[in-house]
């Protein structure tokens, strides 16, 4: 298995253009998580879904922010205008619904607003 | 408030030398504990799940412990090599409360440096 991708790696961008981040999860996985990591707070928990339906999206910092799900095996976060407080490492997860499991992770997009 | 506290922040030790992480918690009521291990440039990896009913747990040259008495976890790491340099997570699981509850807690990792 390939585990989650995540691409891209990297994304440079100018304040008020919109980003699209994407992910794949690992293939039977019916939970998928958007998190956000910075060294200030750490990893925080942007939103995540069910069975491709948004079940929790508390975290998910203002308007600007929208992530989608529309089948199994596909999900993006987008930024739409993305501004300089918005640089971070974005990762996205995904698991199992059996309990006690663990996230598996992918490489992360690291976000930089100029 | 549901909290993780980790410490140190960063720790520098050679390497072939042992040291320990730790985790504290309020989060309730607990499900697990898991440690995970972050190498730069990517994903965190989990290394062990700590639940209610165990005290200790060994993984390869790293071992957990537990007291969910005093909500307390740490990480110990033995004879170190230079591939353990990283930052540790420690994620705490809030025991469900109902269908579609999900609420992890991730304190903020230790980054350890291991130098030859």
């Known amino acids: 298995d390939a585990g989650v991708i995540q691409s891209p790696r990297h994304e440079v961008t100018e304040m008020g253009q919109e980003v699209t981040l994407r992910c794949k999860p690992i293939?039977?996985?019916?939970?998928l998580f958007w998190y956000r990591q910075t060294m200030m707070r750490g990893l925080e928990l942007l939103i995540y879904?069910?069975?491709?339906?948004?079940?929790?999206d508390s975290g998910m910092p203002e308007d600007r922010f929208s992530a989608k799900m529309p089948n199994a095996s596909f999900s993006t976060l987008k930024i739409q205008p993305s501004e300089p407080r918005d640089s971070a490492v974005y990762f996205c997860?995904?698991?199992?619904?059996?309990?006690?499991?663990?996230?598996?992770f992918g490489s992360g997009t690291q976000l930089s607003v100029l | 408030k549901n909290q993780v506290e980790q410490s140190p922040q960063s720790l520098i030790i050679l390497e072939g030398k042992n040291c320990t992480l730790q985790c504290n918690y309020t989060v309730s009521p607990f499900s697990n504990l898991r440690w995970y291990k972050q190498d730069t440039g990517r994903g965190p990896v989990s290394l062990t799940i700590m639940t209610f009913s165990e005290n200790t747990k060994s993984n390869g040259r790293y071992t957990a412990t537990l007291d969910a008495d005093t909500k307390q976890s740490s990480l110990h790491i033995t004879a170190s090599q230079l591939s353990d340099s990283a930052s540790y997570i420690c994620?705490?699981?809030?025991?469900?409360?109902?269908?579609?509850?999900?609420?992890?807690?991730f304190g903020k990792g230790t980054k350890l440096s291991v130098i030859p």
């Open positions: 879904f069910n069975n491709n339906v948004p079940i929790d």
């Open positions: 997860a995904s698991r199992t619904g059996l309990r006690n499991e663990k996230l598996f």
């Open positions: 994620v705490v699981t809030r025991a469900y409360s109902g269908a579609g509850s999900y609420q992890l807690t």
């Open positions: 293939s039977g996985h019916d939970y």
